[in-house]
């Protein structure tokens, strides 16, 4: 990810904040509608994942009835999975378009919100894994499987497969920490033997290739790389002739990582945020043909939340404690609840990367 200098991001803010509004997104402000600002990557290393969570969203946009969707107004802004842009992006929504609540994606870009959202008593929903995003706040939550969920599904998996000594390769990131955190405390029995942190912008894997041909005896890799690495990593991992197994969280189905690996990640395993119902993925598909669903799911029920949060108010404070408080939810999803540590009683899954796209991983095809 590309990094910025202070005064760089500077004038990066000052120009966001000086942008004027186009006439056609004008619209008074008379408190009949919940106005929400939606900030996720549509370019950069991100895009595929933002732009299926904006998919989503727009899915079930069209789908609520006529008036529902006169009582909820979305605005969206790129924010490239950059937190320069992502603060940027809020202060323009804000100022221009009197947003109630914001939508963002991401743990890094969220993270760096949370706190400004929380003081400026701003209902956040992050569509993203770091605890931290939303520990300790009253306004914020992640709408997201948590970590310790994807944990609870990965670590067994590893077990059962005779996993005992692995490496492990992460981001200095707060959503491949978060994961890296997690794994920790699940994890009673496998040995990390090789361990190393990269930057995120780092895509020259070769040190770390020399440390895992010398250590004989791994009997896997961990990858909790970021979006951008993932893909070249795998590749880097086969042209070196290493042939570990490689498992991870999340990002090994994001399709631009797939297509980066040029093929090294298939037969790759890793934990997931649980699928959606077939009929969604479905639906979803014929819509959107060349999307990811990555995060699609997850952008339909949260407008089916915010509408339903919309029915008790339009107030920041009434759409905070719905979300913070909502019980038995169905959505596409499944049938979901406030956990009281602002997050929800989302599912993982463990999935494979298939030749095909990707696939649970279920009893009789695992190796």
């Not at 760089?8 to 106005?35: K, M």
């Not at 361990?195 to 250590?215: G, S």
């Not at 339009?314 to 997050?343: I, Q």
């Amino acid at each position: 990810m590309m990094m910025f200098s202070n005064l760089t991001a500077a004038f990066l803010i000052l120009a966001c904040l000086l942008v004027l509004p186009h006439p056609a997104q004008a619209a008074p402000q008379d408190g009949s509608e919940l106005r929400v600002g939606v900030i996720v990557a549509l370019t950069g290393d991100g895009a595929a994942i933002g732009t299926a969570v904006k998919n989503g969203m727009e899915l079930a946009y069209s789908e609520l009835p006529a008036e529902k969707r006169k009582s909820i107004r979305l605005f969206y802004e790129d924010d490239a999975m950059n937190a320069v842009r992502t603060l940027a992006a809020y202060r323009k929504l804000r100022a221009l378009e009197k947003i109630d609540v914001v939508v963002t994606m991401s743990s890094q870009t969220s993270k760096v919100l949370a706190s400004i959202a929380d003081k400026e008593q701003v209902p956040q929903a992050a569509i993203a894994s770091d605890p931290e995003i939303s520990a300790g706040k009253k306004w914020v939550v992640n709408f997201w499987v948590t970590p310790k969920e994807e944990a609870k599904a990965l670590v067994p998996e590893a077990l059962r497969r005779r996993y005992r000594r692995i490496a492990c390769i992460a981001s200095v990131h707060p959503f491949s920490q978060s994961v890296k955190d997690a794994f920790r405390q699940e994890n009673k029995q496998l040995a990390i033997t090789l361990d190393e942190d990269y930057l995120p912008e780092i895509r020259d894997f070769r040190p770390f290739m020399a440390k895992l041909k010398a250590q004989k005896d791994l009997d896997a890799v961990l990858v909790l790389l970021m979006s951008g690495q993932v893909g070249v990593f795998a590749r880097q991992v086969r042209q070196s002739g290493i042939e570990l197994p490689l498992f991870g969280f999340e990002l090994f189905e994001d399709p631009n990582e797939v297509k980066a690996a040029d093929g090294a990640l298939t037969g790759a395993w890793y934990v997931m945020a649980g699928d959606a119902s077939s009929a969604f993925n479905e639906k979803f598909q014929q819509h959107y043909p060349d999307s990811s669903l990555f995060g699609a799911a997850n952008g339909y029920d949260l407008i089916f939340l915010l509408s339903a949060a919309r029915e008790h108010g339009t107030s920041a404070e009434s759409v905070n404690f719905f979300l913070h408080n909502v019980k038995d939810f169905h959505g596409v999803l499944g049938t979901f609840s406030a956990t009281g540590e602002n997050s929800f009683t989302l599912p993982a899954m463990l999935k494979v990367v298939t030749h095909d796209g990707f696939a649970p991983l279920i009893e009789g095809t695992r190796d």
